[in-house]
């Protein structure tokens, strides 16, 4: 695909969301950090963005929770990329049961390299998690206010995640992951004061070489993103409920 291909598809995207009228809702936040966030890219940008072998089919997501399937970018057989369908909150291996990831959806950076649930597949088991927005609550007198946060050209971009595979017995395994957060950039911190990791394009074959084991060489991936192409939109309260999935909740506020 070329770039002005590329270009116009992301151009096409912003455009969309822009257009969609705001909607009511009703209320069921979610406080995690980070607790949810957009995929909304067609298939053919993430394709081009993680180079990929083939065009996958993503159908837009614009309210993904956690305990919720994501697509994820690893490395597979002979270094080969691959995107992948990945729970969200991860299992460790050693787990007696699956209901833990609901608390593992996020590792801060900071630690993970130390926290038992987080040590071995930041060693071994990284990947990209495809986005192209987050979401974030900041109070406002007695409610949540919700910001949708984004790149100002609506471009798609990678989380840093890690990720696990557990299996109970002889049921079928399961595949995990969780997002690594780091502190706030001047966008984000007047929301939050904590943020995704944002892996730079140029950075991803670092973040997924094999040979990558030692935490201090993946320390500087795991800045806060610079701030300048970034925005906070403030949305109205559809995203608070899990169950809206469509680009009504992330349309901005009139």
């Known amino acids: 695909m070329s770039a002005v291909r590329l270009r116009t598809l992301h151009a096409e995207l912003s455009t969309s969301r822009a257009a969609v009228p705001r909607t009511d809702a009703p209320k069921a936040y979610h406080g995690a950090m980070c607790g949810r966030f957009t995929q909304a890219a067609p298939g053919e940008i993430v394709a081009e963005l993680f180079e990929l072998p083939s065009v996958p089919d993503l159908p837009p997501r614009w ?19 691959e995107l992948v369908r990945l729970h969200w909150g991860l299992v460790p291996s050693w787990a007696k049961e699956r209901s833990i990831g609901a608390r593992m959806i996020n590792a801060r950076a900071e630690t993970a390299a130390e926290k038992p649930a987080f040590r071995a597949a930041l060693r071994a088991r990284r990947c990209l998690i495809a986005a192209d927005g987050f979401y974030e609550w900041r109070r406002v007198g007695a409610r949540k ?52 990791v944002i892996v730079a394009p140029g950075a991803y074959a670092e973040w997924l070489a094999a040979d990558a084991r030692d935490p201090s060489r993946l320390a500087p991936l795991l800045a806060p993103y610079p701030p ?15 169950a809206n999935d469509d680009a009504a909740c992330a349309a901005p506020l009139p």
């Open 145 to 196: 206010q919700p910001f949708h946060i984004a790149f100002r050209d609506g471009r798609a971009f990678a989380f840093a995640g890690v990720w696990e595979r557990w299996q109970a017995g002889q049921g079928e395994a399961l595949e995990s992951c969780a997002i690594l957060t780091t502190a706030a950039n001047e966008v984000v911190a007047p929301v939050h004061d904590r943020m995704p």
């Open 228 to 242: 300048e192409e970034m925005h906070a939109v403030p949305v109205g309260l559809r995203v608070n409920n899990p």
């Open 63 to 81: 309210n993904i929770a956690p305990t919720q399937d994501v697509a994820a970018v690893r490395a597979g057989a002979g270094g080969r990329r």
